[in-house]
């Protein structure tokens, strides 16, 4: 009986939430691009980026920069937010049903 609930913890809290583990280490690995890249500016930091973005995919562990962490951080929230009002404002498109 112990292992249903191990299942059930593992489908519900594990299983659910890979994908913002994935889209944090994405978003990690963009800023660790664009800390890394070359320039004064907003805008010359970001076109620079695209050519450090090779130098920062070439470790896969995820950069432990403050700024690189948060990132990925407001990276893995805002796509979890879009999830969430998506899934809250979802239409049940059942006939001859009032919800």
């Not at 994405?26 to 090779?54: H, W």
């Amino acid at each position: 009986m112990k292992t249903t609930n191990t299942t059930a913890f593992l489908k519900k809290y594990v299983m659910s939430n890979i994908p913002y583990a994935l889209v944090f280490w994405i978003f990690c690995k963009f800023g660790e691009a664009y800390r890394l890249a070359p320039g004064v500016d907003f805008l010359q930091k970001l076109i620079k980026s695209m050519s450090t973005f090779n130098a920062a995919m070439a470790k896969p562990m995820p950069s432990f920069d403050f700024f690189d962490l948060t990132v990925g951080l407001a990276g893995a929230v805002i796509v979890y937010v879009m999830v969430y009002v998506k899934k809250k404002n979802a239409k049940k498109w059942r006939k001859d049903v009032v919800c």
